[in-house]
């Protein structure tokens, strides 16, 4: 089940708010987790046992390291917590990157002559990379003594499970939320601005993101692509990836606020950043900020020196990239932007502007699009010309006006939204209450989206694959 799609928003959504609201405010944790757990079952039933068994697990490792600092035991704290991040980097190795180590193994076996081995797929539970990263942070709160262990495993379970977020973000933190677990707010306005956001991301995913997508994919299956097929597929995907992920992370904030909780944003606008660090503080805001708070910092940050510095902003990306995925490209992509901060770093952080920090993230947005690195250095070889010039025949009749219709509009939506936030915050009193009905355009939108989502084909978001 996905949120853009008419099972979720006309069937699920309305009986699970329905009875939430229905229900006396102590039984709707419980509620959730029912709720949360027929979510994640869609897709493979059995596969809510390892979400389950990982639950219990880090609930049980998290008050095993309460208990051992309660009795002034550092030393047992830090052997509980090592062994449950040890148990939930076991779960994500084996579930994500077996299949990935076992091709490699038998890449190097054949290549020396030898029969590769036989081995049965891992089917990738969806969601992993994200929950594994919320229980990990939990333990080390726990550990770091910022946050009591949950009270009882419905809590700690209804947070991890928790449907909105639960797929692809962004990333929670027990202690951000555990008071909003215990006490929260159910308002017509919180409910009204979760609807609106919510019908906005939809909206920005549909006609947006699911727009632009054939036209990506219609760029990175060329054989020999021109400069023009490379940079119009490059800017295409720059789109489709921040509209999508983006739409997911506004739905799961707009679900939330429709049952009383407000989680943080995950984007701010990144497309207008003017250098590389500048970006990585406006995209996928909960990812970067787990890895800063619980890598990055932990492993000295910029207190070592500045080589050390280098290293543990390169480590830092290189795991930010794998976490994405099981392939040397995500290795790459990871690498790219990592060297890309330690040498601002070193160059004392200048300002790059929007134009050349735009290029150099779109030049990594092409590892981490292309199925392999051959494949991704074909498509640089391309930008700079190696297949000719103008536009191929073979791509050119396969774009249709509206595509490139909703390309344009989304260049205009990226560089002019920042603009038209900023312009109403500034708003106030009589002023800011007449602009205040915009949100109503909303509605037309998603109207539209739900007809044009009827007509099309499946189209599930991005992120799910990590």
Known sequence: MVFSSNLFLFLFLPVFLAVYYALPFRYRTRWILVGSYTFAA?????????????????????????QAHERGDPRAALRWVTLGICGDLAAIGYFKYFNFFMHNVNAVVTASGGAAYVFEEVILPIGISF????????????????????????????????????????????????????????????????????????????????????IVDACFALESPTMADAWLGTVAYTLQLYFDFSAYSDMAIGLGLMMGFEFMENFNHPYISKSITEFWRRWHISLSTWLRDYLYIPLGGNRKGPRRTYVNLGLTMLLGGIWHGANWTFVAWGMWHGSLLALEKRLGGPKLGIPLTMLLVMIGWIVFRAPDLETALDFYTAMLGANGLALSDVLRWQLS??????????????????????????????????????????????????????????????????
């Open 401 to 466: 006006g509206f595509q490139v219709v909703m390309l344009g509009l989304g260049i205009v939506v990226v560089y002019a939204a920042p603009y038209w936030r900023q312009w109403k915050q500034k708003l106030h009193g009589a002023e800011a209450a007449r602009w205040r009905h915009t949100s109503l355009a909303y509605i037309p939108l998603f109207v539209l989206a739900v007809m044009r989502l009827s007509a099309q084909s499946y189209s599930p978001f991005l992120y799910f694959q990590f």
């Open 131 to 214: 929950y594994t990263f919320q229980e990990m942070s939990y333990l080390i709160d726990v550990y770091r003594r910022d946050e009591k262990p949950a009270p009882t495993f419905w809590d700690f379970a209804a947070f991890i499970a928790l449907f909105p977020q639960l797929i692809a973000g962004p990333i929670l933190r027990y202690k951000d939320v555990a008071n909003q677990f215990a006490e929260r707010t159910h308002t017509l306005d919180k409910f009204s601005r979760g609807a609106v956001r919510l019908m906005g991301g939809f909206a920005k995913k549909v006609l947006l993101a699911d727009s632009i997508a054939p």
């Open 42 to 66: 869609w897709w493979k039933p059995y596969l809510i046992l390892l979400f389950l068994a990982v639950q219990a697990w880090d609930y049980v490792i998290s008050h095993r390291v309460y």
